[in-house]
């Protein structure tokens, strides 16, 4: 599956600024996700990358420039009005509680509460429905554990990934962004986590994927967003551009107008 250029803009920004003091780590950045895709962020060290997600995501907040969701501004002053969009985000750390149960994990900070007074008055959890849904979303995502009562710490490190990723497909009405999600993973489950990815995006949410891998990201990426020196240096098309243009572009040995015409996204 492959995103053109007609596929509706579903998040974008202009002119990013982000200043920590001296440093400026956002220098008037560009970006845009279409519906139905999967954009990989891509840069070298200090390139922004981190402080363009933290902006998409409500972690930071920009000095200077816009946030559109479906072409209306947004102005995100923190995670939860990013969530409360319908934007998810996994982080690197994962941010899943080992002792509770993969059920649990999937509704962490949004249990659902037993109908009528004793979810009203006595705040009784429904832990039935909730285990019924978190089935029921694993099993759309084709993903294999075995018992979602199982508590969260006896799954391997691609399975508790998996975990994060589904809570964050469940939840998000608009746009998955995942931080170096196959970071620390062995190969096979690495690919077990691209192909959760893609099933992601094949329901229909765009993702916007962040990694140095660069195997993996002209693995699933449909299209590549580099970013240097806080700046959007280009969108490339991995299908047409290899793997050492995309690089040299990356850390500035070479320059856009140096691709081919083909390589632009």
């Given at each position: ?216 990201v002209f693995e699933v990426a449909d299209r590549i967003h580099i ?39």
């Open positions: 599956m492959n995103t053109t250029t007609n596929q509706p803009l579903v998040m974008q920004t202009k002119g990013i600024v982000k200043r920590f003091g001296q440093v400026t780590a956002l220098d008037g950045t560009d970006f845009e996700l279409r519906a139905g895709e999967i954009m990989a962020i891509i840069g070298d060290n200090g390139a922004g990358k981190s402080s363009l997600i933290k902006t998409l995501s409500g972690a930071s907040v920009p000095d200077e420039g816009e946030i559109l969701l479906d072409g209306k501004p947004v102005h995100f002053k923190s995670p939860i009005d990013a969530r409360r969009a319908g934007i998810e985000t996994v982080y690197q750390d994962l941010a899943v509680a080992p002792a509770m149960s993969i059920a649990e994990n999937l509704f962490l900070g949004r249990e659902l509460l037993r109908p009528g007074l004793l979810g009203q008055w006595l705040r009784l959890l429904d832990k039935k429905e909730m285990l019924t849904q978190a089935i029921t979303r694993m099993q759309e995502l084709k993903v294999g554990i075995r018992s979602m009562t199982q508590a969260v710490e006896t799954l391997s490190g691609g399975q508790r990934q998996c975990v994060a990723v589904a809570r964050a497909a469940a939840f998000a009405r608009h746009v998955v962004i995942m931080d170096e999600p196959t970071a620390a993973l062995g190969v096979k489950e690495g690919n077990m986590v691209l192909e959760l990815i893609r099933r992601v995006r094949d329901k229909g949410l765009p993702v916007i994927l962040i990694s140095h891998n660069m195997p993996h970013q240097r020196l806080g700046k959007r240096a280009a969108v490339v098309n991995p299908k047409t551009v290899s793997m050492s243009d995309t690089v040299a572009v990356m850390t500035g040995a070479k320059t856009v107008d140096e691709l081919p015409a083909d390589a632009h996204a």
